[in-house]
């Protein structure tokens, strides 16, 4: 069995913003009546206030890191035409999904009108990584395994403590929100990439979906392209925590792959206890307790990443990310985006002084890495 590309893509959904207000402001319908695109990776998203982006296919973290800063570039620099700012969050704080647009695409318009209210209230923003998996059932393989893994990372990634101008005492409300979507949540346990498209024939013979892509788990096969697509994360604010987040999926897989490479094998767990750490996950980020599901027991959430940070090291090294990856001991150690937003919110009493900094933090190192490469 042939190894795999381990290549990287990532996708990226931000918030346009008026500075005026702080609100969200509908923004993709001005660029489709310009008639153009400005920039080619940029893409509408269900409501007109989401632009969404995605990078070229990238070998390492830091080419990843070279497409997030070129990429959030050409978004503020298309929003700044306008006098509108872009932000990087899971959800907005305060603005309402009753005054959203949706975009006026045939594509949006059908999940509107297939999903009603619901697809109107998924006012929420997620960042989504590939990962290059040419043998599907090692892809296959690799999914059931790495469920294990997803709360872990998902802590590190909260960023949606907020919702309609309220502290939802959760510091991933995104996670909530999107679950009320079908066909979403950790994934059933395939056995071989045959079981998996069955199911997919079955749902598309019996008229419930057009095609896979309708199947929004928080880690599946991607319809189109040999990838292993990660989907669960709120969207990052800061560029160093995408990054971050980017390099730990890629060396999950490697890990996962020379494991089975070496003939050993990782217990998969039921998901009754993957959703458990979950919404542990959503419900504290990292300064909750993780079960411990080797030892049947709750830890406190940073032990158990730093743990799980721990047995990617060999392969971290050999990838030559460790210095990507280690920034995740910095968002333990200073908060993730939600414990920011909640700090500033704590302090000014202001929800928007919290838009206002997830604006900088989301701009952060963007335009100084820009000016360095040209």
Known sequence: MKAPSLTLGIEEEYQIVDPETGELKSFITQILKDGVITVEDIKP???QSVVEVGSTVCETPAEIREEVVRLRRAVIDLAAKDGLKILAAGTHPFSSWIDQEIT?????????QDLQDLARKNLIFGMHVHVGIEDPEFLIDAMRVSRY?????????????FWIGR??????YRS??????????VPPTFETYADYEKIVRVLVNANAI?????IWWDIRPHHLYPTLEFRLCDMCTRVDEAVCIAAIFQAVVAKLWKMRRDNMSFLVYPLSLIEENKWRAVRYGVEGKL???????ERPARDVIHEFLDFLSDVVD???????IEYAFKIMEEGTSADRQLATFAETGDLRAVVDQLVLQTAEGVENQTKSAT
């Open 45 to 47: 998203e269900l409501h």
């Open 104 to 112: 006026p695409l045939e594509r949006y318009q059908g999940v509107e």
């Open 149 to 161: 893994f997803l709360p872990h990372i998902l802590a590190l990634t909260t960023s949606s403590p």
């Open 167 to 172: 502290n939802t005492g959760l510091k991933s």
């Open 176 to 185: 909530v929100l999107w679950r009320n979507f079908p066909r979403t949540g």
């Open 210 to 214: 057009p095609d896979a892509s309708k």
């Open 291 to 297: 079960l411990d599901l080797g030892q049947e027991a």
């Open 318 to 324: 050999e990838l030559g990310t460790r210095e990507q």
